[in-house]
């Protein structure tokens, strides 16, 4: 049986009237909201090398560097972009939608 994601409400779109990451926790999930000119990027505050929190890393051309060790990860696919580290994983992507003057998440 397939199971369909339910789109939840997390903020209002303008909340994002400038480049930001913002950081939220949802159901224990850490978020990162990511906006990054007319791109929005929703992702599981999460490197997929040690694992440490993404909000001090650095946003450019729909990447994002981790601020520890330096793994660039695609915002659109969660997959690292330096294939510096053998041991990373790809970062969790979350699908949004904009619903009215709402940002909701399908998780
Ligand atoms: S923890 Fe992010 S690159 Fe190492």
Redesign the pocket.
């Known amino acids: 049986m397939t199971k369909f994601k339910t789109p939840i409400p997390l903020l209002a779109l303008s909340d994002l009237n400038k480049d930001i990451t913002l950081s939220m926790v949802y159901n224990e999930l850490n978020l990162l909201i990511i906006k990054e000119g007319k791109n929005i990027f929703i992702i599981e505050d999460r ?6 929190s ?1 909000q001090a890393g650095k946003v450019s051309n729909g990447t994002i560097r ?1 601020s ?4 660039v990860f695609d915002l659109l696919t969660g997959k690292i972009q330096n294939n510096f ?1 053998d041991d ?1 994983e790809p970062i969790k992507i979350y699908q949004w939608r904009k619903n009215n003057d709402w940002l909701e998440i399908f998780l």
């Open positions: 490197c997929g090398h040690f694992g440490v993404l981790c520890a060790h330096g793994a580290f990373c």
